[in-house]
């Protein structure tokens, strides 16, 4: 912690004080007296309680605050994990929805694919020859499209 120097800056102990009220009184004058150590001190005793209680109180509120934001971090932790599991569960929940779309979209395209294909094979059975001739009509239109 400060040191009481450091908190009054005006006020000081040892030879800075007796240094700077050296050059204090001779610049001054005469016109004010120099303290005597001993009532530097008893000023000091009865300011040092008031400091300590100070700082003690306010090493209580630093530590009470610490306290509170490691609560405040904590809650916010785990509030961010559920809010986590929230979405990841969504996110799942959709994606097992959109999987499930794909195949049936999927089974209905594999459906009517094979219902085509049976038709055509249906068709070929009934009538060959135009079969056949279909077959050529597409081969040639292939060829002059590709040439």
Do not use: H
């Amino acid at each position: 912690m400060a040191d009481t120097d450091d908190m009054a800056p005006g006020r000081s102990n040892g030879s800075a004080q007796a240094a700077s009220s050296t050059s204090s009184s001779s610049s001054r004058g005469a016109s004010r007296p120099r303290r005597s150590a001993a009532a530097g001190a008893r000023r000091r005793s009865r300011v040092s309680p008031a400091i300590d209680a100070e700082t003690d109180n306010l090493q209580d509120q630093v530590t009470q605050l610490q306290s509170d934001l490691k609560s405040i971090a904590g809650t916010l932790s785990r509030m961010g994990q559920t809010g986590a599991n929230e979405l990841k569960s969504t996110a799942s929940a959709r994606a097992d929805e959109l999987a499930a779309r794909g195949q049936s979209a999927l089974d209905y395209a594999q459906d009517e694919f094979g219902a085509f294909e049976k038709q055509i094979k249906d068709t070929i059975r009934e009538k060959p020859l135009t079969a056949v001739a279909g077959a050529v009509a597409l081969g040639f239109l292939l060829a002059v499209i590709t040439r």
